[in-house]
């Protein structure tokens, strides 16, 4: 059985005083969810003090890029050598930073590697756009993300990733990918591609998540699907009531998809 996984990603939302009153707010709520691993992903700036506030918790932390070199002359980025004092997580090859900063396969390919080189779990997101996925591509395109952000590595190491599908046109739209579509892809394309790289038990041990506007609505229907191990939550992560509602919902429905295929 995979532990299921609900990450919050922040993205560049929150100074370190709203990171602060955030956490506060769900934190003992969150922690007391069991049989879900319990994800946050605020700025960097906010890692520290977040870090000090679940210190006694169940709750992991997660940044949301890394650079793949332990140091040097990079202005401006931050290396795995510095998160690993606090995170657990790593986002890596998130589809904002691939459109917005020109992330490559590549580029995810070194800071997936880097972040294992110093144990931390890389929650590695892959996914189509709309344009994309109108033009039957997705299959393709997503595959195609999977293999270069896995090259090289061994099963033992894929066991412990976290690979996130996040459907680009579903990200901040509000319109979520159907259960049934995500499980599609999720377990024929990411995990059939996972298997055929590195055979059948890493890719049955790697967890999968889905994103792309989860909200508490809309939970239920991706963790009774048999492929999804959790969510990669943006915008309602950002409210402490939505975030702990998503999690419980998670926890339970997670449950029931199992009991009901039993
Ligand atoms: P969203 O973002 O939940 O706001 O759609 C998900 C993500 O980008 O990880």
């Given at each position: 059985m995979r532990t299921p996984i609900i990450a919050g990603?922040?993205?560049?939302?929150?100074t370190i005083a709203e990171a602060i009153a955030l956490v506060r707010e769900m934190r003992r709520e969150l922690n007391e969810i069991e049989g879900v691993e319990k994800v946050l992903c605020p700025p960097f700036t906010a890692l520290a003090a977040v870090a000090e506030l679940i210190r006694t918790t169940q709750i992991k932390l997660g940044a949301q890029d890394m650079h793949?070199?332990?140091?040097?002359?990079?202005?401006?980025a931050i290396s795995p050598l510095m998160l690993k004092e606090l995170c657990q997580y790593v986002i890596i090859g998130h589809s904002e930073r691939r459109q917005y900063?020109?992330?490559?396969d590549e580029g995810v390919n070194r800071k997936v590697k880097a972040a294992l080189k110093h144990g931390l779990t890389p929650i590695i997101c892959v996914g189509e756009n709309l344009a994309q996925n109108e033009a039957g591509q997705t299959e393709a395109i997503v595959s195609a993300q999977v293999r270069a952000a896995l090259q090289g590595l061994t099963a033992a190491q894929v066991k412990s990733l976290v690979i996130a599908y996040e459907p680009i046109w579903a990200i901040g739209t509000g319109k979520p990918a159907t259960g049934s579509g995500a499980n599609a892809i999720i377990g024929q394309v990411v995990r059939g591609t996972v298997s055929s790289l590195f055979g059948e038990s890493a890719a049955q041990a790697l967890r999968i998540q889905y994103g792309g506007s989860v909200s508490p609505e809309s939970i239920a229907e991706f963790m009774t699907q048999p492929e999804i191990d959790g969510a990669l939550v943006?915008?309602?992560?950002?409210s402490a009531a939505k975030f702990v509602a998503i999690t419980r919902i998670a926890a339970q429905s997670k449950q029931q998809g199992a009991k009901n295929r039993t």
């Open positions: 990603n922040w993205k560049m939302h929150k793949w070199e332990d140091q040097g002359a990079f202005t401006g900063f020109g992330e490559t943006g915008g309602a992560s950002l």
